[in-house]
């Protein structure tokens, strides 16, 4: 995002002067194309006046000089006047200025008559020019040289006026090219202040978001430590329980075993008290195998190796017998083999759930449900306890951690549900792996 809004103002800082450059490089030229076209109008136009004036120049002397030879001179200088004149001529109609267009074809009809009138001059015999030549020059020539003149100027004009005008259109453009520039800068500092005031609010929205995240990390971190204090203290307690099982109770009635095996041998003359004695050894045997398996089975049930249903059922009854407190299992028919993880993670997920209401919600009963639909095994344990506060089910304790934990490393979902009715319910969801088949386990 910071990098999109700085890229965004360079391009926004750089946009009016692209603009500015690009109108620029047309409007230059444009200019210098008028004033090069005005210059080679005037300059053609002045060229024909001036060869227009050494028509002129070439028919009086024609006139005044009597050689009898001095025609074809006179006529030659005549022709090449002429020719430049039709060039300059053609110059002019290339030429842009289309009011002086206008008034070309005027001029061009009457030099053309100029000329015609003016040819036969050259032809005159010395008397002729004589008595001709005054008359000539007024009454012939120098009419129709002035007006040859006045249409070179009016074309002279009419081409100024034309060039005059475009540059002035040319001028209202770069004024409205400096209007539409300013526009264009304002709305360029007006985006450029939006996309900076967005690309700000996103930073600061970006680093309260990361502190949020700190802070949050932070209070993981120590509730991570805090809660592998707890399971420490957990493991600690559990080995302490099981070595003063071990010490009290299964070494105890070891020590017995072995004490009443050696008053045994005293007694080989005494059936009935070696009778008596014997059995008291037995009980003592028999008592210490179910102290064991009771250590076993709180390690690892065997009695999942029957399925989950039984084993859970055999949970609930054990749990009654023990805490006074009646749990019912019910499962759906649908509900078949799976594989040992999921066994073990639901079974103790239940045990979990069973000792958490005895120890915390008050609850007077507590049901088991187990369904499977679709590849998917889902088990709730509902209390008609307390429930539960919102702050202790987000926060959790070491035992919710725990289930959670089980879970998630079968992709599955634990969700703890407390409605203001009072009760909790622990709702687990796990999917099932397929068999070969295709159908789930």
């Not at 400096?178 to 500092?189: K, P, Y």
């Not at 690309?199 to 929205?205: D, E, L, M, N, Q």
């Not at 399971?231 to 302490?240: I, S, T």
């Not at 009935?272 to 398996?293: C, G, H, I, M, P």
Request: proline content about 4%; charged content about 25%.
């Amino acid at each position: 995002m910071f990098l999109l809004g700085i890229g965004s103002l360079l391009a926004l800082s750089f946009l009016p002067g692209l603009v500015v450059l690009r109108r620029t490089a047309t409007i230059y030229p444009e200019i210098h194309r008028l004033l090069e076209a005005q210059r080679e109008t005037q300059r053609h136009l002045a060229e024909v006046e001036r060869h227009v004036y050494l028509v002129s120049i070439t028919v009086r002397e024609a006139l005044l000089d009597s050689s009898a030879t001095s025609g074809v001179m006179y006529r030659a200088s005549f022709e090449d006047n002429r020719r430049e004149i039709q060039r300059h001529l053609a110059e002019l109609r290339r030429l842009p200025a289309q009011e002086g267009k206008v008034a070309l074809p005027k001029l061009e009809r009457e030099l053309d008559g100029y000329f015609e009138a003016i040819a036969h001059v050259f032809e005159w015999t010395p008397a002729q020019r004589t008595g001709r030549a005054v008359f000539f020059l007024r009454e012939q020539q120098r009419p129709r040289r002035r007006t040859i003149i006045a249409i070179a100027d009016e074309i002279s004009r009419l081409t100024e006026a034309s060039y005059s005008r475009q540059l002035d259109q040319m001028n209202q453009g770069q004024l409205q090219f400096a209007d539409d520039s300013r526009r264009v800068i304002a709305l360029a500092f007006f985006l450029g202040v939006l996309i900076a005031g967005l690309t700000i609010a996103r930073i600061v929205h970006l680093e309260e978001r990361a502190e949020r995240q700190r802070s949050a990390t932070e209070r993981a971190e120590e509730e991570l430590r805090s809660l592998s204090t707890q399971l420490m203290h957990a493991q600690e307690e559990e080995r302490r329980t099981i070595s003063r099982e071990l010490h009290d109770e299964v070494g105890q009635i070891l020590t017995g075993v072995r004490m009443g095996l050696g008053g045994l041998s005293r007694l080989r003359d005494n059936p009935d008290e070696f009778e008596r004695q014997s059995a008291e050894v037995k009980s003592l045997a028999e008592q210490a195998l179910r102290t064991v398996r009771d250590l076993a089975v709180g390690l690892r049930p065997s009695v999942l190796d029957l399925g989950l249903v039984p084993a859970l059922q055999w949970l609930a009854r054990r749990f009654s017998s023990y805490s006074g407190l009646p749990v019912t299992v019910h499962a759906e028919p649908t509900v078949g083999e799976m594989p040992e993880n999921h066994c073990i993670c639901i079974y103790r997920v239940v045990q979990e759930c069973l000792t958490n209401a005895v120890k915390h919600s008050g609850a007077k009963s507590v049901r088991v449900d187990i369904g499977q639909t679709d590849g998917m095994l889902e088990v709730a344990v509902r209390d008609d306890g307390i429930g539960i506060s919102p702050t202790r089910a987000v926060k959790g304790g070491l035992g919710l951690i725990g289930m959670e934990e089980r879970v998630r490393e079968l992709s599955g979902t634990l969700r703890v549900e407390s409605p203001p009715s009072g009760g909790t319910a622990i709702v687990v969801r796990l999917s099932l792996p397929e068999l070969p088949d295709g159908e789930p386990s």
